[in-house]
Protein backbone atom coordinates (compact mmCIF):
# COMPACT_ATOMS: atom_id res chain seq x y z
CA UNK A 1 0.00 0.00 0.00
CA UNK A 2 1.63 3.37 -0.92
CA UNK A 3 1.76 5.83 1.95
CA UNK A 4 -0.21 8.83 2.14
CA UNK A 5 3.02 10.78 2.52
CA UNK A 6 3.83 9.93 -1.25
CA UNK A 7 4.28 12.63 -3.63
CA UNK A 8 3.57 15.29 -1.00
CA UNK A 9 5.13 18.65 -0.59
CA UNK A 10 6.31 19.12 2.92
CA UNK A 11 7.80 22.51 3.79
CA UNK A 12 10.03 21.91 7.24
CA UNK A 13 10.29 25.24 9.26
CA UNK A 14 13.64 24.52 11.88
CA UNK A 15 13.51 27.43 14.83
CA UNK A 16 16.59 27.20 17.53
CA UNK A 17 16.63 24.15 20.20
CA UNK A 18 18.33 21.67 21.06
CA UNK A 19 15.67 19.01 19.52
CA UNK A 20 16.75 20.33 16.00
CA UNK A 21 18.90 17.22 15.69
CA UNK A 22 15.93 15.15 15.53
CA UNK A 23 14.97 16.74 12.31
CA UNK A 24 17.43 15.35 10.93
CA UNK A 25 16.26 11.85 11.35
CA UNK A 26 12.42 13.53 11.06
CA UNK A 27 13.65 14.37 7.31
CA UNK A 28 15.22 11.38 6.67
CA UNK A 29 11.72 9.57 7.10
CA UNK A 30 9.73 11.38 5.16
CA UNK A 31 12.52 10.93 2.26
CA UNK A 32 12.12 7.44 2.48
CA UNK A 33 8.34 7.64 2.39
CA UNK A 34 8.16 9.44 -1.07
CA UNK A 35 7.79 13.20 0.04
CA UNK A 36 9.37 15.93 -1.58
CA UNK A 37 11.27 17.90 1.48
CA UNK A 38 12.71 21.91 1.83
CA UNK A 39 14.02 22.92 5.09
CA UNK A 40 13.41 26.75 6.51
CA UNK A 41 15.56 27.19 9.31
CA UNK A 42 15.79 30.37 11.50
CA UNK A 43 18.92 32.27 12.13
CA UNK A 44 19.02 30.53 15.87
CA UNK A 45 18.52 27.07 14.60
CA UNK A 46 21.86 27.37 12.95
CA UNK A 47 23.51 27.30 16.40
CA UNK A 48 21.85 23.54 16.51
CA UNK A 49 22.20 21.91 13.53
CA UNK A 50 24.13 22.73 10.03
CA UNK A 51 22.43 23.36 7.00
CA UNK A 52 24.35 21.20 5.06
CA UNK A 53 23.19 18.09 7.21
CA UNK A 54 19.73 19.23 6.49
CA UNK A 55 20.30 20.18 2.85
CA UNK A 56 21.56 16.85 1.80
CA UNK A 57 19.17 14.67 3.54
CA UNK A 58 16.21 17.03 2.11
CA UNK A 59 18.12 17.44 -1.38
CA UNK A 60 17.35 20.56 -1.94
CA UNK A 61 18.79 24.14 -0.76
CA UNK A 62 18.00 25.01 2.90
CA UNK A 63 16.73 28.66 2.93
CA UNK A 64 17.37 31.31 5.97
CA UNK A 65 17.19 34.25 4.63
CA UNK A 66 14.80 36.55 2.53
CA UNK A 67 17.98 36.76 0.09
CA UNK A 68 20.50 34.42 -0.83
CA UNK A 69 24.30 36.04 -0.74
CA UNK A 70 25.13 33.68 -2.84
CA UNK A 71 22.84 32.41 -5.73
CA UNK A 72 21.73 36.61 -5.30
CA UNK A 73 18.43 35.04 -5.67
CA UNK A 74 15.54 35.88 -3.71
CA UNK A 75 13.74 33.24 -1.67
CA UNK A 76 9.48 34.29 -2.59
CA UNK A 77 8.18 33.00 0.76
CA UNK A 78 4.28 33.33 -0.78
CA UNK A 79 6.04 30.75 -3.35
CA UNK A 80 6.97 28.75 -0.79
CA UNK A 81 4.05 29.07 1.81
CA UNK A 82 1.87 27.75 -1.97
CA UNK A 83 4.39 24.94 -3.02
CA UNK A 84 3.55 23.02 0.35
CA UNK A 85 1.04 20.42 0.97
CA UNK A 86 2.21 20.56 4.46
CA UNK A 87 4.68 23.13 6.63
CA UNK A 88 5.50 21.62 9.63
CA UNK A 89 7.70 23.43 12.00
CA UNK A 90 9.91 21.80 14.30
CA UNK A 91 10.74 22.37 16.68
CA UNK A 92 8.84 25.22 17.93
CA UNK A 93 10.64 27.63 19.93
CA UNK A 94 8.43 29.83 22.41
CA UNK A 95 9.87 32.86 20.66
CA UNK A 96 8.31 31.87 17.14
CA UNK A 97 5.22 30.69 18.29
CA UNK A 98 4.52 34.32 19.91
CA UNK A 99 5.34 35.51 16.33
CA UNK A 100 3.34 32.74 14.36
CA UNK A 101 0.13 34.13 17.32
CA UNK A 102 1.28 37.78 16.57
CA UNK A 103 1.80 37.82 13.22
CA UNK A 104 5.06 39.13 13.44
CA UNK A 105 7.04 38.08 9.85
CA UNK A 106 10.90 39.21 10.75
CA UNK A 107 12.73 36.21 9.56
CA UNK A 108 11.88 34.25 6.35
CA UNK A 109 10.02 30.90 8.23
CA UNK A 110 7.46 33.59 10.21
CA UNK A 111 6.46 35.07 6.44
CA UNK A 112 5.76 31.96 4.67
CA UNK A 113 3.97 30.75 7.73
CA UNK A 114 1.91 34.00 7.33
CA UNK A 115 1.74 33.52 3.20
CA UNK A 116 1.00 29.46 3.34
CA UNK A 117 -2.43 28.11 2.42
CA UNK A 118 -1.76 24.35 3.48
CA UNK A 119 -2.00 22.61 6.36
CA UNK A 120 0.57 23.76 9.33
CA UNK A 121 1.49 21.61 11.96
CA UNK A 122 3.75 22.82 14.69
CA UNK A 123 5.80 20.18 17.15
CA UNK A 124 6.36 22.27 20.71
CA UNK A 125 9.49 21.53 21.87
CA UNK A 126 10.28 23.91 25.34
CA UNK A 127 11.09 23.95 28.97
CA UNK A 128 8.35 22.24 31.10
CA UNK A 129 7.71 25.72 33.16
CA UNK A 130 7.98 27.27 29.74
CA UNK A 131 5.31 25.11 28.15
CA UNK A 132 2.96 25.55 31.03
CA UNK A 133 3.41 29.21 30.86
CA UNK A 134 0.24 31.12 30.56
CA UNK A 135 1.58 33.31 27.86
CA UNK A 136 2.71 30.26 25.71
CA UNK A 137 -0.52 28.29 26.61
CA UNK A 138 -2.59 31.44 25.17
CA UNK A 139 -0.50 31.45 22.48
CA UNK A 140 -1.29 27.70 21.47
CA UNK A 141 -4.44 28.91 21.81
CA UNK A 142 -4.09 31.87 19.40
CA UNK A 143 -2.48 29.41 16.66
CA UNK A 144 -5.22 26.39 17.49
CA UNK A 145 -8.19 29.28 16.30
CA UNK A 146 -6.11 30.08 13.38
CA UNK A 147 -6.62 26.96 12.25
CA UNK A 148 -2.34 24.82 13.35
CA UNK A 149 -2.66 21.21 14.49
CA UNK A 150 -0.36 21.18 17.61
CA UNK A 151 1.90 18.06 18.59
CA UNK A 152 1.96 18.45 22.02
CA UNK A 153 4.94 17.95 23.30
CA UNK A 154 5.53 14.53 25.18
CA UNK A 155 6.97 14.24 28.52
CA UNK A 156 10.39 13.14 29.84
CA UNK A 157 13.68 14.75 30.17
CA UNK A 158 14.19 17.64 29.14
CA UNK A 159 17.95 19.70 28.06
CA UNK A 160 17.43 21.57 31.40
CA UNK A 161 17.80 18.47 33.35
CA UNK A 162 14.14 18.80 34.91
CA UNK A 163 11.54 16.07 34.36
CA UNK A 164 8.33 17.34 32.72
CA UNK A 165 6.41 17.80 29.33
CA UNK A 166 8.40 19.94 26.67
CA UNK A 167 9.76 17.14 24.99
CA UNK A 168 9.29 17.21 21.19
CA UNK A 169 7.27 14.88 19.63
CA UNK A 170 9.12 11.75 18.27
CA UNK A 171 9.86 11.83 14.80
CA UNK A 172 8.18 8.74 13.71
CA UNK A 173 5.48 9.49 16.15
CA UNK A 174 5.63 12.85 14.34
CA UNK A 175 5.41 10.82 10.46
CA UNK A 176 2.53 8.67 11.89
CA UNK A 177 0.70 12.24 12.53
CA UNK A 178 1.40 13.36 9.31
CA UNK A 179 0.45 10.45 7.67
CA UNK A 180 -2.79 10.38 9.22
CA UNK A 181 -3.48 14.30 8.60
CA UNK A 182 -3.08 13.18 4.82
CA UNK A 183 -5.42 10.54 5.46
CA UNK A 184 -8.29 11.64 7.47
CA UNK A 185 -7.53 15.72 6.75
CA UNK A 186 -11.10 15.55 4.71
CA UNK A 187 -12.91 12.66 6.44
CA UNK A 188 -15.73 15.24 7.09
CA UNK A 189 -15.91 17.07 3.75
CA UNK A 190 -19.17 17.86 2.88
CA UNK A 191 -20.67 17.26 6.03
CA UNK A 192 -21.95 20.23 7.97
CA UNK A 193 -21.99 20.87 11.89
CA UNK A 194 -23.89 23.33 13.92
CA UNK A 195 -21.99 23.96 17.16
CA UNK A 196 -23.60 26.55 20.17
CA UNK A 197 -20.47 27.67 22.28
CA UNK A 198 -19.93 30.35 25.11
CA UNK A 199 -21.75 32.22 27.14
CA UNK A 200 -25.18 34.01 26.74
CA UNK A 201 -25.90 37.54 28.57
CA UNK A 202 -29.46 38.25 29.53
CA UNK A 203 -30.40 41.75 29.38
CA UNK A 204 -31.18 44.17 32.99
CA UNK A 205 -31.47 47.33 31.18
CA UNK A 206 -29.03 48.96 28.53
CA UNK A 207 -25.77 48.32 30.99
CA UNK A 208 -26.10 45.13 33.07
CA UNK A 209 -26.99 41.70 32.28
CA UNK A 210 -26.88 37.47 33.92
CA UNK A 211 -24.43 35.36 32.59
CA UNK A 212 -22.01 32.81 33.55
CA UNK A 213 -18.03 32.38 33.66
CA UNK A 214 -18.08 29.96 30.08
CA UNK A 215 -14.99 31.07 28.11
CA UNK A 216 -16.58 29.55 25.13
CA UNK A 217 -12.97 27.41 24.23
CA UNK A 218 -14.10 24.21 24.29
CA UNK A 219 -16.96 24.92 21.73
CA UNK A 220 -14.28 26.76 20.04
CA UNK A 221 -11.84 23.95 19.81
CA UNK A 222 -14.49 21.31 18.33
CA UNK A 223 -15.27 23.99 15.87
CA UNK A 224 -11.86 24.10 14.65
CA UNK A 225 -11.28 20.30 14.42
CA UNK A 226 -13.91 20.05 12.59
CA UNK A 227 -13.38 22.32 10.30
CA UNK A 228 -9.58 21.27 9.57
CA UNK A 229 -11.45 18.07 8.85
CA UNK A 230 -13.14 19.48 5.86
CA UNK A 231 -16.70 20.11 7.64
CA UNK A 232 -18.58 23.05 6.81
CA UNK A 233 -19.03 25.07 10.75
CA UNK A 234 -22.12 27.16 11.46
CA UNK A 235 -20.64 28.35 15.35
CA UNK A 236 -23.47 30.10 17.26
CA UNK A 237 -21.46 32.20 19.30
CA UNK A 238 -22.04 33.96 22.46
CA UNK A 239 -20.09 37.04 23.65
CA UNK A 240 -16.37 36.04 24.27
CA UNK A 241 -13.31 38.03 23.20
CA UNK A 242 -11.77 34.74 21.61
CA UNK A 243 -11.69 35.72 17.72
CA UNK A 244 -12.09 32.99 15.05
CA UNK A 245 -10.75 32.49 12.10
CA UNK A 246 -10.99 29.62 9.82
CA UNK A 247 -11.88 29.69 5.68
CA UNK A 248 -14.77 26.84 6.63
CA UNK A 249 -16.47 28.51 9.86
CA UNK A 250 -19.36 30.28 9.76
CA UNK A 251 -19.27 32.57 13.33
CA UNK A 252 -22.98 33.57 13.24
CA UNK A 253 -22.55 35.97 16.96
CA UNK A 254 -25.29 35.87 19.48
CA UNK A 255 -26.05 37.68 22.58
CA UNK A 256 -29.21 36.15 24.66
CA UNK A 257 -30.09 32.61 25.00
CA UNK A 258 -33.24 33.60 22.61
CA UNK A 259 -30.71 34.76 19.89
CA UNK A 260 -28.67 31.89 19.89
CA UNK A 261 -31.93 30.08 19.45
CA UNK A 262 -32.91 31.77 16.39
CA UNK A 263 -29.44 31.28 14.89
CA UNK A 264 -29.36 27.61 15.83
CA UNK A 265 -32.87 26.49 14.57
CA UNK A 266 -32.51 28.37 11.13
CA UNK A 267 -29.14 26.02 10.18
CA UNK A 268 -30.72 22.64 12.81
CA UNK A 269 -32.44 20.99 9.42
CA UNK A 270 -29.37 21.31 7.15
CA UNK A 271 -26.92 19.53 9.98
CA UNK A 272 -25.42 16.72 10.15
CA UNK A 273 -24.31 16.83 13.51
CA UNK A 274 -24.88 19.69 16.18
CA UNK A 275 -22.94 20.03 19.28
CA UNK A 276 -24.68 21.70 22.03
CA UNK A 277 -21.43 23.25 23.86
CA UNK A 278 -23.05 26.78 24.55
CA UNK A 279 -23.64 27.49 28.31
CA UNK A 280 -26.83 29.18 28.13
CA UNK A 281 -28.42 31.48 30.45
CA UNK A 282 -31.40 28.80 31.76
CA UNK A 283 -33.28 32.14 32.89
CA UNK A 284 -33.47 35.86 31.93
CA UNK A 285 -35.19 39.31 33.45
CA UNK A 286 -38.90 38.86 32.85
CA UNK A 287 -38.61 42.28 31.78
CA UNK A 288 -35.70 44.46 30.32
CA UNK A 289 -35.61 47.69 31.37
CA UNK A 290 -35.24 50.41 28.59
CA UNK A 291 -33.48 52.72 31.16
CA UNK A 292 -30.63 52.01 33.51
CA UNK A 293 -31.98 50.83 36.52
CA UNK A 294 -31.48 53.35 39.10
CA UNK A 295 -29.84 52.38 43.14
CA UNK A 296 -33.15 52.57 45.76
CA UNK A 297 -33.57 50.87 48.63
CA UNK A 298 -31.96 48.28 50.52
CA UNK A 299 -32.70 45.75 48.43
CA UNK A 300 -33.60 44.81 45.25
CA UNK A 301 -35.56 41.69 43.44
CA UNK A 302 -35.65 40.57 39.82
CA UNK A 303 -38.10 38.66 38.43
CA UNK A 304 -36.48 35.72 36.10
CA UNK A 305 -38.51 34.00 33.37
CA UNK A 306 -37.11 30.74 31.80
CA UNK A 307 -35.37 31.18 28.75
CA UNK A 308 -35.74 28.72 25.37
CA UNK A 309 -33.91 25.16 26.28
CA UNK A 310 -32.53 25.42 22.85
CA UNK A 311 -31.26 21.17 22.90
CA UNK A 312 -34.50 20.36 24.32
CA UNK A 313 -36.37 22.05 21.61
CA UNK A 314 -34.05 21.30 18.62
CA UNK A 315 -33.91 17.62 19.99
CA UNK A 316 -37.55 17.45 19.45
CA UNK A 317 -37.46 18.18 15.83
CA UNK A 318 -34.14 15.80 15.86
CA UNK A 319 -34.16 14.06 11.98
CA UNK A 320 -32.95 10.51 11.41
CA UNK A 321 -29.49 10.47 10.80
CA UNK A 322 -28.72 13.21 13.04
CA UNK A 323 -26.15 13.19 15.77
CA UNK A 324 -27.32 15.88 18.84
CA UNK A 325 -24.51 16.00 21.23
CA UNK A 326 -24.71 17.72 24.69
CA UNK A 327 -22.74 18.76 27.64
CA UNK A 328 -23.27 18.79 31.22
CA UNK A 329 -21.55 20.44 33.67
CA UNK A 330 -22.31 19.21 37.17
CA UNK A 331 -21.30 20.01 40.76
CA UNK A 332 -23.27 16.97 42.86
CA UNK A 333 -24.81 13.54 41.25
CA UNK A 334 -23.06 14.18 38.07
CA UNK A 335 -23.52 10.78 36.87
CA UNK A 336 -26.96 10.57 37.07
CA UNK A 337 -28.07 14.73 36.32
CA UNK A 338 -25.72 14.00 32.72
CA UNK A 339 -27.15 10.62 32.52
CA UNK A 340 -30.70 11.82 32.78
CA UNK A 341 -30.36 14.88 30.67
CA UNK A 342 -29.04 12.68 28.11
CA UNK A 343 -32.22 10.83 27.42
CA UNK A 344 -33.94 14.01 27.92
CA UNK A 345 -32.75 16.00 25.44
CA UNK A 346 -32.57 13.19 23.03
CA UNK A 347 -28.65 13.51 22.59
CA UNK A 348 -26.46 10.69 20.87
CA UNK A 349 -23.81 11.23 23.97
CA UNK A 350 -22.87 13.55 26.49
CA UNK A 351 -20.34 15.28 27.68
CA UNK A 352 -19.97 15.42 31.25
CA UNK A 353 -17.46 17.91 32.96
CA UNK A 354 -16.92 17.74 36.40
CA UNK A 355 -16.08 20.95 38.98
CA UNK A 356 -14.73 18.64 41.26
CA UNK A 357 -11.86 17.54 39.16
CA UNK A 358 -9.18 18.98 38.83
CA UNK A 359 -8.04 20.78 35.67
CA UNK A 360 -11.32 20.51 34.40
CA UNK A 361 -13.90 23.28 33.87
CA UNK A 362 -14.52 26.63 32.69
CA UNK A 363 -11.29 28.48 33.11
CA UNK A 364 -9.20 26.05 32.67
CA UNK A 365 -6.81 25.13 29.49
CA UNK A 366 -7.48 21.16 29.95
CA UNK A 367 -10.40 19.30 30.74
CA UNK A 368 -11.50 16.01 32.09
CA UNK A 369 -14.35 14.59 31.08
CA UNK A 370 -16.73 11.49 30.81
CA UNK A 371 -18.74 10.88 28.00
CA UNK A 372 -22.33 8.94 28.61
CA UNK A 373 -23.59 6.70 25.27
CA UNK A 374 -27.48 6.01 24.34
CA UNK A 375 -26.85 2.16 24.60
CA UNK A 376 -25.51 2.89 28.44
CA UNK A 377 -21.93 2.49 27.91
CA UNK A 378 -19.53 5.58 28.91
CA UNK A 379 -15.53 6.04 28.72
CA UNK A 380 -13.35 8.68 31.07
CA UNK A 381 -10.93 10.99 29.57
CA UNK A 382 -7.77 11.40 31.20
CA UNK A 383 -6.92 15.71 32.34
CA UNK A 384 -6.14 16.83 28.68
CA UNK A 385 -5.86 19.81 26.81
CA UNK A 386 -9.41 20.97 25.48
CA UNK A 387 -7.86 20.87 22.19
CA UNK A 388 -6.99 17.55 22.63
CA UNK A 389 -10.64 16.46 24.17
CA UNK A 390 -12.44 18.43 21.19
CA UNK A 391 -10.23 15.66 19.18
CA UNK A 392 -12.02 13.18 20.72
CA UNK A 393 -15.38 14.18 20.48
CA UNK A 394 -14.85 14.71 16.88
CA UNK A 395 -13.82 11.27 16.40
CA UNK A 396 -16.70 9.95 18.33
CA UNK A 397 -18.88 12.06 15.98
CA UNK A 398 -17.34 10.67 12.77
CA UNK A 399 -17.84 7.23 14.51
CA UNK A 400 -21.20 7.59 15.39
CA UNK A 401 -21.58 9.37 11.95
CA UNK A 402 -19.91 6.20 9.78
CA UNK A 403 -22.45 4.07 11.57
CA UNK A 404 -25.47 6.15 10.69
CA UNK A 405 -24.45 5.74 6.75
CA UNK A 406 -24.11 1.75 7.06
CA UNK A 407 -27.35 1.52 8.12
N1 LIG B 1 -28.76 23.76 26.90
C1 LIG B 1 -29.39 24.46 25.89
N2 LIG B 1 -30.27 25.47 26.21
C2 LIG B 1 -30.51 25.77 27.49
C3 LIG B 1 -29.87 25.07 28.54
C4 LIG B 1 -28.99 24.07 28.21
O1 LIG B 1 -29.16 24.19 24.71
N3 LIG B 1 -31.37 26.75 27.79
C5 LIG B 1 -27.85 22.66 26.53
C6 LIG B 1 -26.40 22.92 26.89
O2 LIG B 1 -25.72 23.54 25.81
C7 LIG B 1 -25.89 21.52 27.19
C8 LIG B 1 -27.09 20.79 27.75
O3 LIG B 1 -28.22 21.52 27.30
O4 LIG B 1 -25.50 20.82 26.03
C9 LIG B 1 -27.14 20.69 29.25
O5 LIG B 1 -26.96 21.96 29.81
P1 LIG B 1 -26.96 22.20 31.38
O6 LIG B 1 -26.86 23.65 31.65
O7 LIG B 1 -25.98 21.27 32.03
O8 LIG B 1 -28.37 21.64 31.75
P2 LIG B 1 -29.74 22.29 32.08
O9 LIG B 1 -30.74 21.54 31.27
O10 LIG B 1 -29.70 23.77 31.91
O11 LIG B 1 -29.94 21.86 33.59
P3 LIG B 1 -29.35 22.46 34.97
O12 LIG B 1 -28.79 23.83 34.64
O13 LIG B 1 -30.52 22.47 35.85
O14 LIG B 1 -28.29 21.48 35.39
Same mark, same amino acid.
Given at each position: ? @???????????????????????????????????????????????? %????????? /?????????????????????????????????????? +???????????????????????????? *??????????????????? +??????? +?????? =????????????? #??? #???????????????? /?? $???????????? !???????????? @?????? !????? &? &????????? &???????????????????? @??????????????????????????????? =????????????????????????????????????????? *?? =?????????????????????????????? *??? /?????????????? %?? +??? =????????????????? %???? $?????
Amino acid at each position: M @SSSIQSKKILIGVTGGIAAYKVAILIRLLIKQGAEVKVIMTTSALDFI %TPLTLSTLS /KNPVLVDFFDRKSGEWNNHVELGLWADLFLIAPLSANT +LAKLAQGQSDNLLVATYLSARCTVMVAP *AMDLDMYKHPSVQQNFDTI +LRHGVTI +LEAGTG =ELASGLHGQGRMM #EPE #EMIDKVSISFRSQMDL /KG $KVFLITAGPTQE !AIDPVRYISNHS @SGKMGI !AIAHE &A &AERGAKVHL &ALGPTNLKIVHPNIDVIPVV @SAQDMYEAAKAIHPTACCVVFAAAVADYGPA =EVSSQKVKKSGESLTLTLKKNVDIALTLGRSKQEGQIHVGF *AL =ETENEQENAIQKLGKKNFDFIVLNSLQDKG *AGF /KTDTNKVTYFFKDH %TS +LVS =EVLPKREIAKQVVDLIK %THLD $KQEQI
